[in-house]
């Protein structure tokens, strides 16, 4: 790993939004709150992180999740700018949110990095064994380059690059130069950098 720091303007900009609605049900319901987000994400500009915190939701149901956390996550994926591109992370995750998450997520074959209210970060989605691998490898060391990722996995370090590649690709974890970095750590640093 790299131990050069990473200049202050490479985090991104940071919104957070806490979901109040108790009971995310109904389509409409999700339309609703997905457009108050969007507005938020607009309003932005340049490479963003939205963390959107769960804590409060109590329900929410796959045509919520759907409307809300999948196609939030496929807006981020299809925007193909490099100095428009949105990461979402998913914050105060319970048990009784993931199943919901999931489907609607693999659905349309997406994945989200989520964290749970114990602080745990978790994977939810669509994604093979080595992503999944090589994102955990990033999470543990909050930040990590191909070497690095390629001995956790056992494979050459040229074949980790596809792969770290792809994750940041899916918006599954931030790059900065040839670093990747979890969103729970760009998220720590780009709120750090917005309050200096």
């Known amino acids: 790993m790299s131990g050069s720091r990473v200049p202050?303007?490479?985090w991104p900009a940071v919104a957070v939004t806490t979901l109040y609605k108790r009971d995310l049900i109904t389509?409409?319901?999700?339309?609703?709150?997905?457009?108050?987000?969007?507005?938020?994400?607009?309003?932005?500009?340049?490479?963003?992180?939205?963390?959107?915190?769960?804590?409060?939701?109590?329900?929410?149901?796959?045509?919520?999740?759907?409307?809300?956390?999948?196609?939030?996550v496929l807006g981020a994926v299809e925007h193909g700018d490099e100095g428009q591109e949105r990461f979402f992370l998913f914050r105060?995750?319970?048990?009784?949110?993931l199943d919901?998450?999931?489907?609607?997520l693999e659905r349309r074959d997406l994945?989200?990095?989520?964290?749970?209210?114990?602080?745990?970060p978790i994977l939810v989605g669509t994604a093979d064994e080595a992503e999944r691998q090589a994102w955990e490898t990033v999470c543990a060391h909050r930040r990590s380059d191909s070497a690095r990722v390629?001995?956790?996995l056992g494979i050459?370090?040229?074949?980790?690059?596809?792969?770290?590649?792809?994750?940041?690709?899916?918006?599954?974890?931030?790059r900065c130069g040839d670093e990747y970095v979890s969103l729970l750590e760009a998220?720590?640093?780009?709120?750090?950098?917005?309050?200096?």
């Not at 999700?30 to 938020?40: A, D, L």
């Not at 994945?111 to 745990?120: D, L, N, V, Y």
């Not at 050459?156 to 931030?174: D, K, Q, V």
């Open 111 to 120: 994945a989200a990095t989520a964290q749970r209210s114990s602080g745990e």
């Open 8 to 10: 202050s303007d490479s």
């Open 27 to 72: 389509r409409h319901t999700g339309r609703v709150v997905r457009s108050g987000i969007e507005g938020m994400v607009a309003e932005q500009g340049g490479r963003t992180l939205i963390v959107l915190d769960f804590q409060s939701v109590r329900i929410i149901d796959f045509s919520c999740a759907d409307e809300v956390v999948a196609k939030l």
């Open 150 to 152: 390629a001995s956790a």
């Open 92 to 97: 105060g995750i319970e048990e009784h949110h």
């Open 156 to 174: 050459a370090e040229p074949a980790a690059r596809p792969i770290l590649n792809a994750l940041h690709g899916r918006r599954l974890l931030w």
């Open 100 to 104: 919901t998450i999931s489907f609607a």
């Open 187 to 196: 998220f720590a640093m780009g709120a750090a950098g917005a309050g200096a």
